[in-house]
Nanobody, 120 residues
Framework: QVQLVESGGGLVQPGGSLRLSCAASGSIFSINDMGWYRQAPGKERELVARISSSDSTNYADSVKGRFTISRDNAKNTVFLQMNSLKPEDTAVYYC??????????????WGQGTQVTVSS
C-alpha cells in the first residue's frame, strides 16, 4: 500500500506565498513523475505543475513565473512554492504520482487534497 499526504495549505492574502509539500510513503520501489493539480468550486480538476524523475518540469500557463515545483527524491517528497498568489488560485490542491511497488507494478496515486484560499 502506498499513499501521498499533502500539507501546507491555508489562508493567505493576495500577493502572499505558500509552500505545499507532498510525501509518498509505503512499499515504494520507485517514483516517476510527481505533480500538483487543483480543483476550484464548480470547475474541473486541472494540472498546475509536474516534475519528472530527471527534474524536467512543466507548468500551467496561469502559474508560470509564480509557482515552482521541486522534489527531494531521498525523501520521496514533492514541493510547490507558490508566490504572488491571486484570488483565482483558490482551490483544493492535490498531489499525484505514478508509484512503482515492484519493477512491473505501478499505481496512480492521489493525495487527499489541501485547501488553498487567497483572500483579503
Amino acid at each position: 500500500q502506498v499513499q501521498l499526504v499533502e500539507s501546507g495549505g491555508g489562508l493567505v492574502q493576495p500577493g502572499g506565498s505558500l509552500r505545499l509539500s507532498c510525501a509518498a510513503s509505503g512499499s515504494i520501489f520507485s517514483i516517476n513523475d510527481m505533480g500538483w493539480y487543483r480543483q476550484a468550486p464548480g470547475k474541473e480538476r486541472e494540472l498546475v505543475a509536474r516534475i519528472s524523475s530527471s527534474d524536467s518540469t512543466n507548468y500551467a500557463d496561469s502559474v508560470k513565473g509564480r509557482f515552482t515545483i521541486s522534489r527531494d527524491n531521498a525523501k520521496n517528497t514533492v514541493f510547490l512554492q507558490m508566490n504572488s498568489l491571486k484570488p483565482e488560485d483558490t482551490a483544493v490542491y492535490y498531489c499525484n504520482s505514478q508509484i512503482y511497488v515492484r519493477a512491473w507494478k505501478k499505481y496512480d496515486v492521489w493525495g487527499q487534497g489541501t485547501q488553498v484560499t487567497v483572500s483579503s
